[in-house]
């Protein structure tokens, strides 16, 4: 069971627009910066938004992250079929002192 | 270029030893905290250790505590995962990253590829 509750599956068909929730508590994502992960099995994982809602260059715009108390969001829009990747979101946590990453969402583009 | 490369996983047996390597290159290795991140097959990434710019600081998951120790050596741009004790459900795709800034706990901008570390019998 992760800190961090991420839903298992998200799915939307091209050009559609999905959100992927991540909830946690105030000793992680209440008190820390949240940070998204796009990862396709046997590559590496691929930085998507950092701060809650920066996208470090390269990221496109359709990406974008928020962050609420101690919940976080990831929205991707005009979905592609190159999304479909599982997604993490991740945040340190200050109680325990360590980084905590959700359980994962795999994004199926229909 | 800016890149992380793992090496040194393998199949090994039950209570044995392992030692894992990141060589860094393309970026100052001694700026930036670093991070081992592992997948186990069919599960989600799982953190497993920090380590801090000069290596005084240093925190782990609950599940590696005792068993393994990261460790780095800034003048030859490297960082080190000593496992030891393995077991079974330690088997996982074994990731080192890169923190973005010298921001304690920031993102992680940079992954290597992963190198595999199986443990059976």
């Known amino acids: 069971q992760s800190v961090l509750t991420q839903p298992p599956s998200a799915s939307g068909t091209p050009g559609q627009r999905v959100t992927i929730s991540c909830s946690g508590s105030?000793?992680?994502?209440?008190?820390?910066?949240v940070s998204w992960y796009q990862h396709l099995p046997g590559t590496a994982p691929k930085l998507l938004i950092y701060?809650?809602?920066q996208r470090p260059s390269g990221v496109p715009d359709r990406f974008s992250g928020s962050k609420s108390g101690t919940s976080a969001s990831l929205a991707i829009s005009g979905l592609q079929s190159d999304d479909e990747a599982d997604y993490y979101c991740a945040a340190w946590d200050d109680s325990l002192n360590v980084v905590v990453f959700g359980g994962g969402t795999k994004l199926t583009v229909l | 270029q800016v890149q992380l490369v793992e090496s040194g996983g393998g199949v090994v047996q039950p209570g044995r030893s392992l030692r894992l390597s990141c060589a860094a290159s393309g970026f100052t290795f001694s700026r930036h905290g670093m991070h081992w991140v592992r997948q186990a097959p069919g599960k989600g990434l799982e953190w497993v250790a920090v380590i801090s710019i000069d290596g005084s600081i240093k925190y782990y998951a609950e599940s590696v505590k005792g068993r393994f120790t990261i460790s780095r050596d800034n003048s030859k741009n490297r960082l080190f995962l000593q496992m030891n004790s393995l077991r079974a459900e330690d088997t996982a795709v074994y990731y080192c990253a890169r923190e973005m800034t010298t921001v304690p706990h920031d993102a992680f901008d940079i992954w290597g590829q992963g190198t595999m570390v199986s443990v059976s019998s």
């Open positions: 105030s000793s992680n994502i209440g008190s820390n910066t």
């Open positions: 701060n809650n809602n």
